[in-house]
């Protein structure tokens, strides 16, 4: 039984982009009865030795949209990400579309508004996207009936976008054999984050699920997609029944012996003014490096 109502029947056509620098999958998704598409968690390429800002990646996105005819309607972000920088304006600017994230990106926005000691030019209101999603909200792509499932834990802000009977899953899940994203980001909440991956796996047993992130544990070809009914069986953090208490208690463990993601400070400052680069007084665009701050 689901909580949400959703139509497994419509089959958008998902074509996927994966980025070596930072192993993200964006997505390309059309809906099956027009030539309307939505895309999913675009990156913005940085040398951060040169602090240099490139589009390969968009681009080749951008030419698909192009190549095929499409229209490009929403510009999604499952939530602000902390290991690469999105694209959504660059895109925004080339194609057109909406771009849309969870309502608690206020939340968010609050909080590394402070540690990045952003003055008051900086919006905390979410003003910078064009939509902002509530648990349950419907949207559309062309004819395809959209929906936007909240799921904090590994942030405040994160959402399932399902479209179909295919699901967006951001960070909430990672392939079967990946198990979970981390929670220890600030706002972040493992018994959250476990609260959050049941209401995924109640939705139905063969629906699509499309990763965020792989990183081809033991040695395995990068993979983005699965099932519910494969997570629900074999995920390897919450799989097979596991309880909340034992989820806690290995997340917590196992997030205190991760680093920091090597782009998080350029990420962070980027992907909560929605893809845009923030300014010094002089109107360039210029990143900050606070200090034992994380
Ligand atoms: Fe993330």
Redesign the pocket.
């Known amino acids: 039984m689901t909580d949400y109502p959703v139509n497994m029947g419509v089959k958008p056509e998902v074509k996927a982009f994966f980025d070596e620098a930072t192993n993200t999958i964006s997505y390309v998704v059309k809906d099956p009865e027009s030539r309307a598409c939505a895309v999913i968690d675009s990156v913005m390429d940085i040398d951060m030795a040169a602090g240099r800002i490139t589009y390969a990646h968009a681009d080749a996105m951008i030419a698909h949209v192009m190549d095929h005819g499409l229209t490009l309607e929403w510009i999604i972000e499952t939530?602000v990400?902390?290991?690469h920088l999105s694209a959504a304006p660059y895109i925004q600017q080339k194609l057109g579309g909406k771009i849309g994230i969870g309502e608690k990106i206020l939340v968010v926005q609050d909080t590394f508004g402070k540690i990045f000691n952003e003055g008051t030019e900086f919006q905390r209101d979410g003003s910078q996207f064009d939509a902002l999603f509530k648990d349950g909200d419907t949207y559309k792509v062309g004819q395809m009936n959209c929906l936007a499932i909240h799921t904090p834990g590994?942030?405040p802000a994160c959402m399932v976008h399902v479209m179909g009977d295919a699901a967006f899953v951001?960070?909430t899940l990672f392939m079967p054999d990946g198990g979970s994203?981390r929670a220890d980001f600030p706002g972040g909440d493992a018994g959250e984050l476990y609260d959050s991956i049941q209401r995924v796996l109640r939705l139905p047993d063969d629906m699509r699920l499309f990763m965020?992130?792989d990183y081809g544990p033991n040695g395995r070809d990068i993979q983005w997609e699965t099932t519910v009914g494969a997570e629900r069986a074999h995920n390897i953090h919450v799989g097979g029944g596991k309880t909340r208490e034992d989820f806690v208690k290995f997340r917590t463990e196992r997030d205190a012996q991760l680093a920091m993601p090597r782009l998080i400070l350029p990420s962070l400052q980027v992907n909560m003014r929605a893809g845009e680069l923030p300014r010094d007084s002089a109107g360039n665009p210029m990143l900050k490096l606070p200090v034992n701050r994380l």
């Open positions: 939530h990400h902390a290991d590994h942030t951001g960070d994203a965020c992130h």
